[in-house]
């Protein structure tokens, strides 16, 4: 296929192409979208043969709450990656964006260096469609991108939904982005979200902010102390970093870079995304046949009588399962 | 039904009985199971009625890490409540008790007054079956208590796998009983379920662990700022208490009455139940489907194959769910 080829040849058209197809509703284009898939897989167990050291690129999720400033640090990042010769790709999730108004698009006015950047690659996830459809096209966005010859993934996501628990079961590192601001702006920290994070990092911290800034890292840094550890052979820090001074900016990557190093060492790297794999494969598997199940005629008749008699205590919830079990299994 | 009535009349025995019938596999008695059930749902809706404060009963969730001293509090709050003329029942939820060794099984030598007392019953889960079962198990087992007359229903469970979170959505109040020891102790606390917890309580404040429990329990103090709010109404507590000197237990219950007061007042008591029982419902939904779908006769011999595709990449994780599904599909 001549995109496949192109992906190969590291053109952009051909990977923006390449993510359009895989985002197809249309039947004829998801066939063509699970051939390119299919080059792009065989291509890559071709050449894994020849690394043992694991993955050669590097899939990093990124989340934190409206005010963390991710656009900013996405743009002075990315740009201090591509100086240091890498190949960026950022993908948005963000479901919830219809609702939103779209949030995270308008990429050109929201990272405008990077963007014009001929080393990264910006997009957003479309902005309709179920968290299932939207992360399953993310997933395979992503092995679209590495295909394209990009080895550095961001993928970032806001703090709706399961949206950020669903990017950790994708990347290979998590990595919450904070702002220096306690009190009502920490609400906006998702519950459990600090503890899948592998790297926390206190942006904003310049001008009149680095004393907040100090605090909220110290802070974070006593919060961790409760937290169980995610990875035996991991201890998530907390960074400082100015995305405006560049300040804190090596020493974040310095950290990212252990922690792939570390995890590729011991092989939980692998195992991790071969894990994840399997998560994927289940998850998808729940959306269906969930679907499968609200849509089947009867049961999508019965629901809404059945879930009110089971609020009202009419019915236990245990009877109100089996009596649409049973329907569903009629068919 | 002959055991029905013997529930109305608060007989213990009948008690026993009917969770042994909700509990059985039998299809026979599963039947009776039902029409049990039925009685129960019907008379409490009569009740009901009658009743506009709220409910009745106070279903509490008691979690905690191995070492919490959960047995003694049991006792020590349990005689307590039984003294002030409440009417305890006990259930403990161990799925992984078979596994474990059944830590909590042997309730007359794990609570020898409170198993005497005449105004407490108290219950271990059987110790197998799955998650699913067990708690499908120990929710209609919570209906049976409350006909039988108890109106405080303790549900107990130790800190494996997702138990927690399941109790947390059984109950009107979670409390989480920690030991007052940091450091490796601290690992014992399940990821999230500090934020899950209405209250936090510090057991074993006596002696010369006094000292410690003021640490740890400031500790808490400064790790719930970071969480966010499960209920606008309600700032969950940590609280210091000694099962064996009894120190800080009327505490414990003045917190806990004051919980049920404002989410009754507020309306928030009537909506939780009503939603967990839908919960339940969507979960035993799932539980059902997903047996359904491992059960198939073809998916059975597919899925060790496609996971093993999967996670060494030679499918996608969506190829193999859409392959399997259209196997499922077919029948």
New interface residues.
């Given amino acids: 296929q001549s995109i496949f080829d192109g992906l190969k040849n590291h053109d952009r058209g051909s990977l923006a192409r390449a993510i359009t197809l895989i985002e197809t509703s249309n039947p004829t284009k998801k066939v063509q979208a ?1 051939a390119l ?1 299919n080059l792009i ?1 065989h291509d ?2 071709a050449n ?1 043969v020849h690394s043992l050291k694991g993955p050669k690129t590097f899939r990093v999720g990124l989340s934190g709450p409206p005010g963390a400033g991710k656009s900013t640090f996405i743009e002075t990042f990315g740009k201090f990656l591509t100086e240091k010769d890498h190949k960026v790709a950022v993908l948005a999730v963000d479901p919830s964006s219809s609702r939103t108004g779209g949030s995270l698009l308008g990429d050109k006015t929201r990272m405008p260096e990077l963007s014009r950047d001929m080393n990264a690659f910006i997009r957003a996830s479309p902005s309709r469609g179920t968290l299932g459809g939207v992360t ?1 096209t993310t ?2 966005a992503i ?1 679209v991108c590495e295909a394209a010859g990009y080895d550095i993934i961001l993928i970032e996501t806001i703090g709706v939904g399961q949206t950020e628990f669903v990017v950790a079961d994708m990347v290979d590192m998590f990595c919450l982005l904070i702002p220096p601001a306690g009190g009502d702006e ?2 906006g ?4 979200i ?2 899948v994070a592998d790297l926390v990092a206190v942006n904003k911290c310049d001008g009149d902010l680095v004393s907040a800034a100090r605090i909220i890292q110290g ?2 840094m ?2 961790l ?6 990875n035996l052979n991991w201890s998530p820090q907390v960074l400082r970093i100015s995305s405006i001074t560049k300040e804190g900016i090596p020493e974040l990557w310095k950290n990212m870079c252990e922690f792939r190093e570390t995890m590729s060492k011991t092989g939980d790297l692998e195992r991790k995304r ?2 994840q ?2 998560i ?7 959306d ?3 679907d ?2 609200r849509s089947h005629p009867v049961v999508r008749e019965k629901i809404s009588v ?2 009110d008699r ?13 009596m ?2 049973r329907d ?2 009629k068919d």
Same sequence: chains 1, 2.
């Fill in positions: 699970k898939l897989l890559q167990k894994e399953r997933n395979e092995l920490l609400q920290i998702k519950k459990g600090v503890e802070e974070y006593s919060a102390k409760f937290i169980r550890k995610v071969a894990d794999k399997k994927w494969m289940w998850n998808y598997i729940k269906n046949i969930m499968l199940f059945m879930e089971v609020s009202h205590g009419v019915l236990t919830p245990g009877e109100a399962a089996d649409l079990m569903f299994m």
